[in-house]
């Protein structure tokens, strides 16, 4: 198991080290920060200053190796426009957006997986054709077009909720909601589709057979083969949850980490979107490598597997 997960770890750290490369050229290709920041009137010799103190009239190479040093001591820059660690910037927006992921996740969960479960014990009925509907409604609606269709019910219409802001936790309401319908349809409709082919496998005849009652049969051999493809789908959703902030927290003005990274891209403001995109490529990696060691516990074949290489 040691060499599973460290194996893994290593895959990791490389996939980390990729997407920051990656992003480092591609942020110094899209625009000129100086330019941005001080204005297209600003004077040259103040242009040219600016660069010279963010070091960015060096050679792309200079400017690489001196960002990849930087990582390597856990000093992550300076944001060009607030003057402030980059890193101090995008932790005191954390947790306003897990104050909405974290609801939103518990909620796909908690309502998609026994949505799709209770549809797959029960296939033909209203209910499975219920579940069905909803489900592709849910993933199929794209989240700014959720979010605009409840602020204009909720907030506008019947006047129920705030349409954005931060004060109170109704002002979170409908953007969890917003979060969330995607997920609960994603999870309900691949929870089901998984727990039917669980069902139809021999090995849950043979336990029928044994005179295993439908519940043993359902919770102690069904579940847990199904949970595998399952857990990997979960494994996604937490991994893009601050990824998946950005549209929400735009719609409704909510202030993390979301739309922090809409303003610092608008600004150029590399160290601060550097660490924005280092914070969202660990989260996912993270989340990958902790699918990977529960793969490893539910499925001993793999670390069987992995041993022997």
Same mark, same amino acid.
């Given at each position: ?24 050229? &591609? ?52 944001? $060009? ?63 700014? &077009?959720?979010?605009?269709?409840? &602020? ?42 998984? $727990? ?12 029928? @057979? ?26 996604? $959703?937490?991994? @893009?949850?601050?990824?998946? @902030?950005? &549209? ?62």
């Amino acid at each position: 198991m040691f060499s599973y997960i460290l194996s893994r770890l290593a895959r990791a750290v490389l996939t980390i080290a990729l997407v920051m490369t990656f992003a480092f050229v &591609v942020l110094r290709m899209s625009g000129d920060p100086a330019m941005i920041l001080l204005g297209p009137d600003a004077p040259q010799d103040a242009i040219d200053a600016f660069r010279t103190r963010w070091g960015l009239d060096a050679p792309l190479w200079q400017q690489y190796l001196a960002y990849m040093k930087q990582l390597v001591t856990f000093d992550f820059g300076i944001s $060009m426009r607030d003057r402030a660690p980059a890193i101090d910037l995008v932790l005191e927006r954390v947790p306003a957006t897990l104050a909405l992921t974290i609801p939103a996740l518990i909620l796909k969960v908690g309502i998609g997986i026994p949505a799709g479960v209770y549809a797959a014990l029960h296939r033909q009925s209203v209910t499975d054709r219920g579940v069905i509907m909803l489900s592709i409604f849910g993933f199929t609606i794209p989240s700014f &077009v959720l979010g605009l269709v409840l &602020v204009l019910i909720f907030a506008v219409q019947l006047d129920w909720l705030p349409s954005g802001g931060q004060e109170s936790w109704r002002h979170a309401i409908l953007p969890i909601l917003t979060m969330s319908v995607g997920g609960i349809g994603v999870l309900a409709r691949f929870s089901r589709s998984a $727990m039917i082919e669980v069902l139809g496998q021999p090995y849950i005849r043979t336990a029928m @057979a044994k005179g295993l009652s439908w519940r043993d049969v359902v919770w102690k051999h069904a579940l847990p083969n199904a949970a595998v493809p399952i857990v990997t789908l979960i494994g996604f $959703m937490v991994g @893009a949850l601050i990824a998946g @902030a950005v &549209v929400v927290e735009s719609i409704f003005s909510w202030p993390g980490v979301g739309r922090l990274i809409v303003v610092s891209v608008a600004n150029r403001d590399l160290a601060v979107v550097q660490c924005l995109l280092l914070v969202i490529a660990s989260s996912m990696v993270i989340a990958n490598l902790l699918v990977d060691v529960a793969y490893g516990l539910l499925d001993p074949r793999l670390r069987a597997k992995s041993a022997a290489h």
